[in-house]
């Protein structure tokens, strides 16, 4: 069964810490992996995309890494602020573009 | 559009009642996708379309679900007989045509919040 999980759960840093959100995954055959943030009661806002022949995408402060034959995402922030704080999504597509999505990273960055 | 569009935003059905949502997609984007999200941030994949076709329906609950993405109109998913458990954001997202193996993003639009009392 393909699986997404997402560690830690929750994390709470204070400003201007650099951290790192984990994602793992079952099965290495992946079409692409996603990574969002969702603010409360709020849709989702797609922050990278990282095709399966990519090794890792850069956005600003954001930095995906991808490293499939161990089946893990890294989502690096730099310097946190408190507008970064919301829940972080890892969601990966198999085929048929399909995402599955991770439980989450709920981030809360305090001043 | 430049957003994906959802209506109604808050949509609220005594048990057994139809619900029916809506979704305009980004102009341009030929995959239409419905996920359902229950308890915090469980995410489930219902259905997807490539234009008006289905694509891939194998989260669909067929029994009391169903969907349609008809040319020149806003996608819809309806709900027959709803129940309680059936209370959920629901999310519909597109993207555009993948090409030369190149996989594009999926954009999500703002969620349409349903209640079953």
């Known amino acids: 069964k393909q699986e997404v999980t997402q560690i830690p759960a929750a994390l709470s840093v204070p400003e201007g810490e650099n951290l790192v959100l984990n994602c793992s995954f079952t099965?290495?055959?992946?079409?692409?992996l996603q990574w969002f943030r969702q603010d409360p009661g709020k849709g989702l806002t797609s922050l990278l995309l990282?095709?399966?022949?990519?090794r890792e995408q850069t956005s600003g402060r954001l930095n995906a890494s991808l490293d499939k034959s161990s089946g893990r995402s890294t989502l690096y922030i730099a310097a946190s602020q408190p507008g970064d704080s919301a829940t972080y999504l890892c969601?990966?597509?198999?085929?048929?573009?399909?995402?599955?999505f991770g439980t989450g990273t709920r981030l809360q960055v305090f001043p | 559009g430049e957003e994906v569009a959802q209506t109604p935003k808050h949509l609220v059905r005594g048990e057994g009642q139809k619900a029916k949502l809506y979704c305009a997609p980004i102009?341009?984007?030929?995959?239409v996708f419905w996920y359902q999200q229950v308890l915090k941030n469980e995410f489930k994949f219902l259905i997807s379309f490539q234009n008006e076709n289905v694509f891939d329906e194998t989260g669909m609950p067929k029994e009391r679900f169903s969907a349609k993405c008809l040319p020149n109109s806003p996608c819809s998913l309806e709900i027959q007989a709803t129940k309680l458990e059936d209370s959920a954001v629901y999310f519909c997202a597109s993207s555009p045509q993948p090409m030369y193996g190149f996989s594009y993003e999926q954009y999500f639009g703002p969620g349409t919040r349903l209640t079953v009392t």
């Open positions: 969601a990966v597509s198999w085929y048929t573009d399909k995402l599955i």
């Open positions: 099965d290495s055959a992946i079409y692409n």
């Open positions: 102009k341009g984007h030929s995959y």
């Open positions: 990282i095709q399966s022949s990519q």
